[in-house]
Nanobody, 128 residues
Framework: QVQLVESGGGLVQPGGSLRLSCAAS????????MNWYRQAPGRECELVAG????????NYADSVKGRFTISRDNAKNTVYLQMNNLRPEDTAVYYC?????????????????????WGQGTQVTVSS
C-alpha cells in the first residue's frame, strides 16, 4: 500500500527553522519526482518545492527561494524540506507528493489533491 507520511511540523517563531521529512513506501521512490505543496486556510494549494527523480533539478515557488531547500535520500525513500527564516505567511499544512512528472513551473490549485500520491500533511505554524 502506498504511504507518504510527513513529519517535522510544529510551532516556530518567525525567523526560526524547521525540517520536514516525508517517508515513502509502497512504490518505486527513485523514479518519482518528489514535491512539497502547502495550503493555508482560505488560500489555494501551491507547489512549494519539487525535486526530480534522476537529476538534481529543483523547482521552488518564488516566495520560498533562498529560504527553503528540498532534498531526497533515495536509499531511505525519504524527502526533506529544510525551511529557514520562516515567516508567518509560511503557516500552512504541508503535503508531500510523489509524481512521475517533474514539475518545473508554478502550480496553484483549489485543493491539495490530484494525480500521483499525496500524504495527509503536517501543520506548520509560524507565530510569535
Amino acid at each position: 500500500q502506498v504511504q507518504l507520511v510527513e513529519s517535522g511540523g510544529g510551532l516556530v517563531q518567525p525567523g526560526g527553522s524547521l525540517r520536514l521529512s516525508c517517508a515513502a513506501s509502497g512504490f518505486t521512490f527513485s523514479i518519482h519526482a518528489m514535491n512539497w505543496y502547502r495550503q493555508a486556510p482560505g488560500r489555494e494549494c501551491e507547489l512549494v518545492a519539487g525535486m526530480a527523480s534522476s537529476t538534481s533539478s529543483t523547482n521552488y515557488a518564488d516566495s520560498v527561494k533562498g529560504r527553503f531547500t528540498i532534498s531526497r535520500d533515495n536509499a531511505k525513500n525519504t524527502v526533506y524540506l529544510q525551511m529557514n527564516n520562516l515567516r508567518p505567511e509560511d503557516t500552512a499544512v504541508y503535503y508531500c507528493t510523489a509524481d512521475r512528472r517533474f514539475l518545473h513551473y508554478p502550480i496553484v490549485q483549489p485543493m491539495c489533491a490530484g494525480p500521483g500520491y499525496w500524504g495527509q500533511g503536517t501543520q506548520v505554524t509560524v507565530s510569535s
